[in-house]
Structures are given as C-alpha cells and as structure tokens.
C-alpha cells in the first residue's frame, strides 16, 4: 500500500516523468527538416504550387510549368511522392500528380505568408499576380478576391452566421493570415439549407469524415474565405453551372458573364474587378 504519511520521505519521481526524459523517443516528434527540404527546392516548389488547386495533372504539364526537363522533373516527383507531398496516379501510359491533401496545400499557404515576394519583371508575371489576388483556387475551394466576396454574401443573405468575416489581427487569438482558421465557429443557419439548395447544393451529402464548415484566413485579403466540405461543394456546384472556369495558368479562377449574374441574383454578391 502507498505511504501517504506526512512523515515519509520524497516519492520517487521516475513514473511521472516523460518518456524522452527516460531516454525515449517522443512519439509524435515530426521530421520538419525532410518537409522543408522537399519544398526548399525552387523546381519542386514551383511543381508544388501548379498542384495547389487539388487537380491531378500529368507530369510533361508540370515539368511545362516548372521550366524543366521531362527526366529531370521525373526526379522530382518521385522525391514529392515519396516525402508523402504528392500522390500519383495511373491513368493508361500516363501519371497524374495530385497533392497528397488539403494539409500539404494549406502549409504551402502558410509558407507563402513568410516568403519573400518574387520579383516581377514582366507584365505577363504582374498580370498573374493581378489574377491570383482576384480569385483563385484554396485547394478545393474559392479564394482571393471571389471568395471572401462568396463568404460576405453567404453572411449577408442568412445562409451563415457566427461572425462578420473580418480577421482583425489584434483580436485574432489563433487565427493567422495563410491558414484554417480556429478562433470563429460559423454555423449554417436554419434557413441555410434551403437556401444552398436553390443554388443546387444539398447540405445533406457533404462528406461525413469531413469538417463541413471551415474557413481560411485569405493571404491576399486578410478577411474569412469558406473551407471544409461545404466550400468544396459549393465550389464544385459552381464550376458545374460554368459560373467559374480555370483560367490559363494553375490556381487561377475566372468568373463568367453567367456566374457574375448568378451570385448577383442569389447571393447579392457583386464583383466589379473581373
């Protein structure tokens, strides 16, 4: 029996210290520098960020985007695989690479906040930029511009509520800019999905294994864009109904004569810098 008596000495210590402090491994320690090393590339980065819109392209388009050879991007994606980045699929002669998940795209988001800006030095890189900042893809969801105009107008018919869709970093808690946000809990309201359904978008089907409502902190914005299964499936709805289209470059999203009328008319979002 334990000796609980005031007068016994000191108990030994040695069962509530830490297993690393007895001389094994944290179970959960992560290899940080073998990620970091596999985006630290400049070719494996660029191939990383034409994946960021969660479509599988084949290899000869991303050695296109990336600036090199069809053998010395082979190099690359297998080094991607196997770190666990990219996934790969065979389809006939071909494979197709796709991010490994949402997780890989946001911490590419997140690295993107603390990266130093590229220089541009031409205007087809500054119209690139214009684009991206304008609308474009969050792994399967909509950002930049289009998206958090999406979240305000989701917030402004009744659809969500639980905040305003601001970030305001002096309030921000665990919120930062690049990344799922975790201080606001939006939830979708009791005329929400009867609401989505005019826009075709059944609340019932989302994926189950899924956070059905989460939201990103947008980089360029610095304001909520929707994230989580609703957004992917609004998204999806929205390219089905040719309201958004891919643009030329990877990420890019364009908005359509019919999509511009379409959110207006539904939502009341309007967007005057297409």
């Given amino acids: 029996m334990p000796n609980d008596s005031p007068l016994a000495g000191p ?22 520098a073998r990620a970091a090393a596999l985006i630290a590339d400049p070719s494996r980065a660029r191939i990383l960020k034409c ?9 000869s388009a991303l050695a296109g985007e990336a600036g090199i050879g069809a053998a010395t991007a082979s190099v690359h994606l297998a080094k991607l695989v196997e770190g666990g980045l990219l996934t790969v699929e065979r389809q006939g002669r071909h494979r197709f690479y796709r991010l490994a998940g949402p997780d890989v795209s946001a911490a590419l988001e997140c690295l993107a906040l603390i ?23 969050c792994y399967d969801h909509l950002a930049g511009r289009l998206g958090v105009a999406l979240m305000r107008g989701l917030l402004e018919r009744g659809v969500l509520s639980g905040h305003d869709g601001v ?19 939006y939830e979708l309201t009791p005329n929400g999905p009867a609401l989505l359904a005019e826009l075709g978008v059944d609340t019932d089907r989302l994926p189950p294994r899924r956070p059905a409502i989460r ?28 309201w958004v289209r891919w643009g030329s470059r990877p990420r890019v999203v364009q908005l359509t004569d019919a ?7 539904t939502l009341g979002v309007v967007v005057t810098d297409r």
């Fill in 11 to 32: 108990r030994s210590t040695a069962a509530a210290v830490p297993s690393e402090r007895q001389g094994e491994p944290l179970k959960h320690q992560t290899d940080i």
């Fill in 51 to 59: 994946l960021g819109d969660g479509r599988a392209l084949p290899a």
């Fill in 115 to 137: 990266a130093p800006p590229l220089a541009i030095t031409s205007l087809r890189q500054s119209s690139r930029t214009n684009a991206l900042h304008r609308a474009r893809s």
């Fill in 167 to 185: 970030h305001r970093p002096h309030e921000a808690v665990r919120d930062r800019p690049s990344s799922y946000g975790r201080d606001v809990r």
């Fill in 215 to 242: 939201y990103c902190v947008d980089w360029s914005e610095h304001q909520h864009h929707l994230a989580g299964g609703l957004g992917a499936a609004l998204t999806a709805r929205l390219f089905a109904l040719d």
């Fill in 259 to 265: 999509g511009a009328l379409g959110l207006e008319r």
